[in-house]
């Protein structure tokens, strides 16, 4: 396992929400760490469909201008 060095104003934030939460600092920090990555995923496939939709759509314009013609 690696080990990531955290900031000491991050690391008594995290302690202080785990001890509210009553769970561990290592759940609260790896359960935090899934959501930032299924959230950070769920931004990276957005991007991909809007760019998928902006390729369809500069397609269907250039066959509309290509009827025009």
């Known amino acids: ?3 990531v060095a955290i900031p ?3 690391k008594k934030t995290v302690r ?8 561990s600092e290592n759940d609260l920090m790896t359960n935090a760490i899934l959501f930032y990555l299924a959230a950070v995923k769920k931004n990276i496939e957005l991007k991909s469909e809007l760019q ?4 369809a759509s500069a397609t269907d314009l250039a066959a509309f201008e290509q009827s025009l013609a």
């Open 16 to 23: 202080g929400a785990a001890r509210n939460l009553g769970v």
């Open 1 to 3: 396992m690696e080990t």
């Open 52 to 55: 998928m939709w902006d390729d």
């Open 8 to 10: 000491e104003k991050l």
